[in-house]
């Protein structure tokens, strides 16, 4: 069955700390992949996709089909980007969200 | 107007009501989306619109009720829902809908009290 597992409910750094949030996927197809991001009382909102293969606020993320993983990275945290990031499959025309790991970063 | 709009942003109802939530968006995106959101957990499709003909169902019960009026709107009537019911509802939209999903555009949601 497909699924996207975020291991880390919550993710705590520190300003100007690399930050890594961990994705791994399980889908028999070539996968869509997808990182959405939910500030404190704003809407949902795409942050990434894999097939753009662009850094938006400073993040990145690279889909490894060896390891069926789609980690988003960022080298210098800001405490702006404290929020709840989603990693999600697309499959069939749905999507399929992880868990979703709450980043937070401190002063 | 690049946005999801949702209204109302916040209903309580008893378990006996009727009540509508209702979805707007003037992109022209074809396809339209209903998830549910409890707390500190991801969303949960319900159902997708595709051409203002439902294509996904997943298994949602019959006390919810969408309905797609034009290729901007969306609808979801309520009728004899639960407390476990309660959550945040969310629409979205993306441009089509098939084999690859695209981006999608989320509402900010009504959040919803069933008493």
């Known amino acids: 069955a497909q699924r996207v597992t975020q291991p880390e409910k919550l993710l705590s750094v520190f300003k100007g700390a690399p930050v890594e949030l961990k994705c791994n996927y399980s889908y028999s197809g070539s996968p869509e992949l997808f990182w959405y991001v939910q500030y404190s009382r704003q809407r949902l909102q795409l942050l990434l996709r894999h097939i753009s293969r662009e850094s938006i606020k400073g993040f990145t993320a690279d889909l490894n089909k060896g390891e069926t993983s789609f980690h988003l990275k960022k080298p210098f945290a800001q405490e702006e980007d404290s929020a709840m990031y989603y990693c999600a499959l697309g499959q069939g025309g749905k999507l399929i969200f992880g868990q979703g790991t709450e980043l937070s970063v401190k002063p | 107007d690049t946005e999801v709009t949702q209204t109302p942003k916040h209903l309580v109802m008893g378990m006996t009501n009727k009540k509508s939530l209702k979805c707007e968006q003037h992109?022209?995106?074809?396809?339209m989306y209903w998830y549910k959101q409890k707390a500190k957990k991801p969303p949960e499709l319900m159902f997708v619109?595709?051409?203002?003909?439902?294509?996904i169902n997943e298994s949602v019960p019959s006390r919810f009720s969408p309905e797609c009026p034009n290729s901007s709107l969306l609808n979801l009537h309520l009728h004899a829902l639960q407390p476990e019911d309660s959550a945040l509802y969310l629409c979205?939209?993306?441009?089509?809908?098939?084999?690859?999903?695209?981006?999608?555009?989320f509402g900010e949601g009504s959040r919803l009290t069933v008493l």
């Open positions: 979205a939209s993306s441009q089509a809908w098939g084999a690859n999903t695209g981006e999608l555009f």
């Open positions: 992109m022209g995106h074809r396809a």
């Open positions: 619109y595709s051409y203002e003909k439902l294509s």
